[in-house]
């Protein structure tokens, strides 16, 4: 079935380092891919989407890129800051739900 | 406007009690999601329900869980007897479908954290 691989946690960065976060998938077709994020105390949210293949998704500073020829949709920021300290969770949408991994864990450290 | 709200938001119970869960979904939205998140994992899908019918249920344990949305707007998740393996974090989700349209966006609730003893 359809699924979602991405790099175990925990992250751990000083402020202003460059992030990136693996993820890979499988599936069948070319379904949405999402990046979700979980801060302390907060329910899951919506960070960025990409529907088809090449796009781009992009906010807050973050970025990923749907790339069908190696299945990976990996999520990066260029400069992380402390307030992005959360937990990730890359996903796709499949049978109308979403798909989700396992979830990496983020710190940053001033 | 008033996101998806979840209650209660920490529930700890001794094993074999019932429990229930109540869940709001944002105004309008017709699909409604419950996902179960142990620790350290990703949440992954109990029921989808679209207006006030279950339209996959596949991965509920009904033994022991069972859920309702009357009216198509509130849903309640309940679990009776739990048991220690229950503890978990319960997700509650929304979105609007629109014909077959794709991917809908999922907006989630807070999560009511489970603790069985």
């Known amino acids: 079935g359809n699924s979602v691989t991405q790099m175990e946690g925990p992250v751990t960065l000083s402020e202003e380092a460059f992030l990136t976060i693996n993820c890979t998938y499988t599936?069948?077709?070319?379904?949405?891919l999402f990046w979700y994020v979980q801060y302390p105390g907060e329910g899951l949210q919506l960070l960025l989407k990409?529907?088809?293949?090449?796009d781009k998704g992009s906010n807050k500073g973050f970025e990923a890129t749907y790339r069908k020829e190696t299945t990976s949709f990996h999520l990066e920021k260029g400069s992380v800051q402390v307030s992005d300290s959360a937990v990730y969770f890359c996903?796709?949408?499949?049978?109308?739900?979403?798909?989700f991994g396992s979830g990496t864990r983020l710190s940053i450290r001033p | 406007e008033a996101g998806v709200v979840q209650s209660p938001r920490y529930k700890i119970i001794e094993k074999k009690q019932p429990v229930a869960f109540w869940c709001n979904p944002i105004?309008?939205?017709?699909?409604l999601y419950w996902y179960l998140q142990n620790l350290g994992q990703g949440p992954e899908l109990l029921i989808r329900?679209?207006?006030?019918?279950?339209?996959?249920d596949s991965q509920l344990p009904k033994d022991r869980f069972s859920a309702e949305r009357l009216k198509g707007v509130d849903s309640t998740l309940k679990i009776q007897p739990a048991e220690l393996g229950d503890s978990a974090v319960y997700l509650c989700?929304?979105?609007?479908?629109?014909?077959?349209?794709?991917?809908?966006?999922?907006?989630f609730g807070a999560g009511s954290r489970l603790t069985v003893l």
């Open positions: 989700a929304s979105s609007l479908t629109q014909g077959s349209s794709g991917a809908n966006v999922l907006t």
């Open positions: 599936a069948t077709g070319y379904p949405s």
């Open positions: 990409a529907t088809k293949a090449d």
């Open positions: 996903a796709l949408w499949s049978a109308s739900k979403i798909i």
């Open positions: 105004s309008g939205h017709n699909t």
């Open positions: 329900y679209e207006n006030e019918e279950a339209v996959d």
